[in-house]
């Protein structure tokens, strides 16, 4: 079985494990936990098991209104350390749906339509991302970054 190693500083786990390699990659690195957990854990089902890369888009970008634009992941994927990501796509549509209704029936251009959405989702959007990051890296890492997160010897 391909082991998880030590880089030092943080654990590298190959990213092809199966369940069951997971499953004990991840008890080698709670061993100290509650056996009751640890039971729990052993009892899991290495089927269910995968592994998950954890990603986060860089907020920022503007672009120029046109006949396309974005909402939810596609625009403003986040971390799930606070469980925004699916409200925050939802929160889009609620932001756009007004700016086509106004466009359709009452005179407003579709680009005001679009950009005035496009400005208001940056705005609540790239916030999200940023307060996830911060959650992940408060909750992983007690506010260091991410690489200097220590693995338990
Ligand atoms: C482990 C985990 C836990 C999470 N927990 C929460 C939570 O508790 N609360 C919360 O709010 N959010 C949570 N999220 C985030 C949430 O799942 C996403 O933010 C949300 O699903 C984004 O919705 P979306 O419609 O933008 O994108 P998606 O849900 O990714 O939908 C995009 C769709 O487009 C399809 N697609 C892609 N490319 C093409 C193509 N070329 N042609 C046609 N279709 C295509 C995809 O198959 C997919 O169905 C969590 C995410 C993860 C990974």
Request: net charge positive; glycine share 8%; aromatic share 6%.
């Amino acid at each position: 079985m391909a082991r998880p190693k030590s880089c030092g500083i943080c654990y590298i786990i190959p990213e092809n494990l199966n369940g069951a390699e997971l499953l004990d990659a991840l008890i080698a690195r709670i061993k100290h936990w509650d056996e009751r957990i640890l039971k729990l854990i052993r009892h899991t089902d290495p089927s269910t098991v995968g592994f998950l890369k954890v990603k986060s888009s860089t907020p920022g970008a503007v672009w120029r209104t046109g006949p396309v634009t974005l909402l939810g992941d596609s625009i403003h994927a986040m971390t799930y350390f606070r469980a925004l990501g699916g409200n925050t796509a939802l929160y889009d549509t609620g932001l756009l749906v007004p700016q086509l209704t106004a466009a359709r029936h009452h005179g407003k251009s579709q680009t005001a339509a679009v950009r005035d959405y496009e400005n208001a989702m940056r705005d609540h959007g790239y916030e999200a991302v940023r307060s996830s990051l911060s959650a992940m890296l408060r909750n992983v890492g007690a506010g260091r970054p991410l690489s200097a997160v220590a693995a338990p010897q």
